[in-house]
């Protein structure tokens, strides 16, 4: 099949490059002219494991393509997926400027007898199918019949994104036409092969399933960093928690693990953009307004640590921060808690050494000389009163301790992914805190 995708970041490039994989002809589209050079001269725009490997190869085998040209990408496509961003507005509803930019553009573009299935990737609010559809043909004209709209919302999880679009859990289709569904089914058989399943429904009912998907799950987190506040308070152990209901099936044990608030580019955004959905059709959400704040006082209660440890005179202190990526795998720094906690050091006068196996280069663009970047993990030790850990890469699971101790100033690690078993920690004289489980005191 032929294929355009409009959008070419996280979604759109893994999207597009999967969709190639298996066999299709995919023209990636983007504004971002520096983007699409990059990509067409074979260089990969995001880190993401598998991804460049299979960029690689189809681009080599000429089924991967990349344009700025909307026209010149969407000419001999039967199938548009718009993944554009969606990020909030002023009142936290998601912005539709990029959607409907792109829609008005096809609007003069899609030709009567050219019939295309318009897919939207992009986590949108109920209503946009239609929105789409009518912005399309507010700009077209006798293209009724060219084309439908249908909602495919992504659950790539960034870090997995290649496993995730290869072999996803299910995929959703929200669409009414028996013509469009024909052809969506057609292009996601080869990725479900081992039996999960393709659920159609209507594209109010998928617009609304991704936001509930992701707003879920941030409860579920929250839930448990309000937990693991709780243990500390009643000096109670979050990981024994964590395992005693776990085991429940009716919980699961995916997603249990307390840490320093979620960031990244989705959950903050589509939980403010679904409380912002309930309250245009006056329904106060009230979980989802609980969550926000959960999650914004579990950031300031890990900062909080670090803050007593110092009675609150952070001048002229050296932290070591491990990890600027909002999780592991990835390079995205998007509404990162580690920034938060890094702007909180600076602005109360400490400086900060930090390093990140991926994600170094997209907070240097951002931060200039505002903190400093080491190396390695653990040169960006040397002379730091403390190590901060943020994000929990595989390189900082199971680190040499006496390198630790050798380069810290004095042995003070605040751990906000629980990566250190505590007993060790003891028995190496750290003071070590974490979320959720005693403080270890050192020596
Ligand atoms: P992104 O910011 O990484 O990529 C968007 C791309 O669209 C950028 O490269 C930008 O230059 C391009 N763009 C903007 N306007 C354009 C236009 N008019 N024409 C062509 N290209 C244009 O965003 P993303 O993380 O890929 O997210 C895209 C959508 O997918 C969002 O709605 C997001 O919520 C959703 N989503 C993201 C993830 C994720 O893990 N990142 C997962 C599931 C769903």
Redesign the pocket.
């Known amino acids: 099949m032929k294929i355009a995708v409009?959008?070419?970041?996280?979604?759109?490039?893994v999207s597009g490059t999967c969709f190639a994989e298996t066999g299709n002809h995919v023209t990636c589209?983007?504004?971002?002219e520096q983007?699409v050079n990059k990509l067409k001269a074979g260089e990969i725009t995001?880190y993401e494991p598998g991804l460049e490997k299979i960029f690689t190869r189809n681009l080599k085998e000429g089924r991967l393509r990349f344009t700025?040209s909307?026209a010149e990408g969407i000419k001999d496509a039967s199938i548009i997926f718009l993944?554009?961003?969606?990020p909030p507005g002023e009142d936290g509803s998601?912005d539709l400027k990029?959607i409907l930019?792109?829609a008005a553009?096809l609007g003069k573009l899609l030709q009567p007898s050219d019939y295309k299935v318009i897919v939207d990737?992009?986590?949108?609010p109920v209503g946009t199918s239609e929105k789409v559809r009518a912005t399309i043909l507010a700009d077209g004209t006798g293209i009724e019949a060219a084309f439908d709209v249908v909602s495919n919302?992504?659950?790539?999880?960034?870090g997995a994104?290649v496993e995730d679009f290869m072999k996803p859990d299910r995929v959703v289709i929200g669409t009414s036409s028996e013509k469009a569904r024909k052809t969506m089914q057609r292009l996601y058989e080869p990725f479900v092969r081992q039996g999960n399943p393709i659920i159609f429904m209507d594209e109010r009912s998928a617009e609304l399933t991704?936001y509930a998907a992701n707003s879920f799950l941030a409860v579920k987190i929250s839930f448990m960093n309000e937990i693991a506040v709780l243990c500390e308070k009643l000096g109670a152990n979050v990981d024994m928690i964590r395992r005693g209901i776990g085991t429940d099936f009716r919980i699961g044990k995916h997603f249990l693990y307390p840490g320093l608030g979620y960031g990244?580019?989705?959950f903050p955004?589509?939980v403010q953009a679904l409380s912002k959905s309930s309250i245009d059709v006056s329904y106060d959400f009230k979980i989802l307004n609980a969550v926000m704040d959960v999650n914004a006082l579990q950031k300031q209660f890990f900062i909080s640590k670090i803050r007593n440890y110092y009675k609150d005179d952070l001048a002229g202190k050296k932290f070591a921060v491990w990890g600027l990526a909002f999780k592991p795998n990835t390079d995205?720094i998007?509404e990162a808690p580690a920034l938060e906690v890094i702007d909180y050091l600076v602005e109360n006068g400490a400086t900060v050494t930090a390093f990140d196996p991926e994600a170094m280069e997209n907070v240097k663009k951002e931060y200039k000389n505002k903190i400093s970047f080491a190396e390695g993990q653990y040169e960006a030790l040397t002379g730091a009163d403390a190590l901060i850990i943020c994000t929990e890469w595989n390189e900082f699971r199971t680190p040499e301790f006496e390198k630790i101790s050798a380069a810290l100033v004095k042995n003070v690690i605040f751990d906000g992914r629980n990566l250190y078993d505590t007993d060790i920690m003891e028995s190496l004289g750290f003071y070590y805190e974490s979320i959720g489980r005693r403080i270890v005191q050192g020596q």
Do not use: N
């Not at 959008?7 to 759109?12: A, K, N, Q, R, S």
């Not at 589209?29 to 971002?32: E, S, T």
């Open positions: 409009v959008g070419t970041g996280y979604v759109g490039l589209i983007d504004i971002d983007k995001i700025t909307l993944a554009l961003p969606t998601a990029y930019g792109v553009d990737k992009s986590t949108v919302p992504e659950f790539l999880r960034e994104a991704k990244g580019s989705c955004k589509d995205d998007r």
